[in-house]
């Protein structure tokens, strides 16, 4: 199970994970919900890159994430770039109400294949699932492309009802522990999420565990 203890500051993993997507997409509202729960209506276009971060604890194993919010904006593109290189894994954030968002996933993706280290671990994020009438990206395109582009998994989430966000973090300490040679035990949580909600591209782990 994850828990969080505020007062105890060591960890046994560290993991870098970068938060990129086009602006407005709902990045900085992903983070502050994982970060603390917060929502805010009028969140401010992040300039440059801002850092979080939060510990863990997976199977016993204090994980610190130190998440990386870089700003969608085309002119911190130089900036945000730079952050790529250091990050163990990715979020690629689209608006599910903005089909251009969506369409802008494989640019992202290049620029991390150009920028990034080679096994950078990928998931895909459709943010803002909370306006479901408003809806301009079916879930099963997102499936669809992150099966193809060999990303861990596509996920729906809201920073706004807090939905799916601890998932999508928690799902990519646990894959990353697994890529360190690490078994973990099954999160049945998420597995109901990952089966209901979205849909896991890579389930397996090597070795001597099982999901
Ligand atoms: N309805 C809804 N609105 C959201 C959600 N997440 C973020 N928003 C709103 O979307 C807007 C943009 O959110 P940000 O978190 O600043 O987006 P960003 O991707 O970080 O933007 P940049 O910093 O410019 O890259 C804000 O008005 C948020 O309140 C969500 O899950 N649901």
Excluded at 29 to 47: A, H
Excluded at 50 to 78: C, H, N, P, S, Y
Excluded at 130 to 145: G, H, I, P, S
Aim: aromatic residues 8%; negative net charge.
């Amino acid at each position: 199970m994850e828990r969080e203890d505020p007062q105890n500051d060591s960890f046994d993993f560290l993991f870098k994970i970068i938060l990129i997507g086009d602006s407005n997409v709902g990045k900085t509202c992903l983070v502050q919900s994982f970060k603390s729960g917060l929502f805010s209506e009028t969140q401010q276009n992040t300039i440059g890159v801002d850092f979080t971060v939060r510990t863990l604890t997976i199977d016993g194993r204090r994980v610190k994430m130190q998440v990386w919010d870089t700003a969608g904006q085309e002119r911190f593109r130089t900036i945000t770039q730079s952050y790529y290189r250091s990050a163990h894994g990715a979020m690629i954030a689209y608006d599910i109400t903005r089909r251009d968002t969506f369409d802008s996933v494989l640019r992202w993706l290049h620029e991390l294949q150009r920028f990034g280290a080679a096994n950078v671990l990928t998931a895909l994020i459709g943010n803002k699932r909370d306006l479901e009438a408003e809806r301009q990206v079916q879930f099963a395109d997102a499936c669809k492309l992150a099966e193809e582009q060999g990303m861990l998994a596509a996920l729906e989430t809201s920073a706004r009802e807090k939905q799916s966000v601890e998932e999508a973090f928690v799902m990519m300490a646990r894959q990353l522990l697994q890529q360190n040679g690490l078994c973990v035990t099954p999160d049945t949580d998420t597995h109901v999420l990952l089966r209901t909600n979205s849909r896991a591209i890579v389930t397996g782990c090597h070795g001597n565990c099982f999901i």
